[in-house]
């Protein structure tokens, strides 16, 4: 079972989970995180930029979970632009050891191999940062996704182009596939941290969290991992 940490607000989980994460880089400079997209890990990376200040990180590798296929990569709105923005910049990771899948390969089933690639030769994922979708995806493993899963294709249920079109001019201007890792392999990261806020996340969080197993929630995955920690604020834990 997955340890849960309530916390009071969005600042309280940033600072919590960044300090894990510098314990982390104590014990292992050249460790490999696993970055998330969305607007919930963003207190994370606020607190870990102050954090890092002083720090060389120049050996940190860095993985996301997913892209849009069919977005420029030079889209503001694409992965790469957002871990460029959100993460890279402000925590000065070197570009050159940040990984995002590529969206736009003629060949996909091809580009999903190369990150699972990309990912074993880096040694695997220390520490992976996780939000949830209210649909209960994670990534973009949407439901009906399979635990065994590896990075591929996959089409974006109607119920998140919604919860994403905010970050575009219009519903018809967000993608209708991505790439994403698959269950089996956010499952071999070394720690899970997923964080969720706020009410609307509470059912998934709870599917996640207490109930079944099951492919219609995928979030239910992080049961099976031996060293995952949920840190959701009151409300996102209001149906545990
Ligand atoms: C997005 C991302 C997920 C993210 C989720 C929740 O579509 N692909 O990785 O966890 O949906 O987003 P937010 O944190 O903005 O609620």
Do not use: W
Request: hydrophobic share 45%.
């Amino acid at each position: 079972m997955a340890e849960v940490v309530i916390v009071k607000n969005t600042a309280a989980a940033g600072a919590l989970v960044a300090d894990e994460i510098l314990e982390l880089l104590d014990a292992k400079p050249d460790a490999v995180l696993g970055v998330a997209t969305g607007s919930t890990p963003l207190p994370v990376y606020q607190a870990l930029a102050g954090r890092l200040r002083d720090r060389d990180v120049s050996q940190v590798q860095a993985f996301a979970l997913d892209e849009y296929v069919g977005l420029d990569p030079a889209h503001p709105e694409s992965y790469r632009s957002v871990i460029t923005r959100e993460v890279v910049e402000p925590l000065g990771l070197d570009p050159a050891r940040v990984h995002v899948p590529d969206g736009s390969a003629a060949d996909a089933q091809f580009a999903g191999e190369r990150y699972e690639e990309a990912i074993r030769a880096a040694g695997g994922v220390d520490l992976q940062l996780l939000g949830i979708g209210t649909d209960g995806h994670i990534g973009f493993n949407e439901p009906g996704s399979s635990f065994a899963s590896r990075t591929r294709v996959k089409t974006l249920t109607e119920q998140t182009r919604e919860d994403n079109a905010r970050f575009f001019d219009s519903i018809d201007d967000v993608p209708r596939h991505c790439i994403t890792q698959g269950l089996g392999t956010i499952l071999e990261a070394r720690h899970l941290v997923l964080l969720a806020f706020g009410e609307s996340k509470a059912e998934a969080v709870a599917g996640a969290v207490e109930g079944p197993l099951s492919a219609i929630l995928p979030g239910s995955a992080i049961q099976l991992h031996p060293h995952a920690t949920v840190v959701v604020d009151e409300a996102a834990a209001s149906k545990l």
